[in-house]
């Protein structure tokens, strides 16, 4: 399972970038898709999860700002985060938990990541 994420950049602070990642390989079932991020010398932290069922949810950091959405049909999750802030500046991360085959268990895979940068 490949993972490939898009649309990271430079944006000024409040501004808005959305961020996408496609999920593509042997795929049975998708449990749940979703977005970390790290910055420099800190640890990666969640920034939204959207499972097959039932809410999203979001780090405490970007709730309200952020909106995660998942296409199913394109095995795609997306990222519209809005008014962003300096401290948003990281390298995020695509996570998908994948069932490749109908009598497998449900493997993480990551993506390669993408930087966002927010300047002041």
């Known amino acids: 399972v490949q993972l490939v994420e898009s649309g990271g950049g430079l944006v000024q602070a409040g501004g808005s970038l959305k961020l996408s990642c496609a999920a593509s390989?042997?795929?049975?079932?998708?449990?749940?898709m979703g977005w970390y991020r790290q910055a420099p010398e800190k640890q990666r932290e969640l920034v939204a999860l959207k499972p097959n069922a039932g809410n999203a949810e979001y780090g405490d950091s970007v709730r309200g700002r952020f909106t995660i959405s998942r296409d199913v049909t394109k095995n795609t999750v997306y990222l519209q985060m809005n008014s962003l802030k300096p401290e948003d500046t990281a390298v995020y991360y695509c996570r998908a938990a994948v069932q490749e085959y109908a009598d497998y268990g449900v493997e993480h895979h990551w993506g390669q990541g993408t930087q966002v940068t927010v300047s002041s």
């Open positions: 390989g042997t795929i049975f079932s998708i449990i749940n």
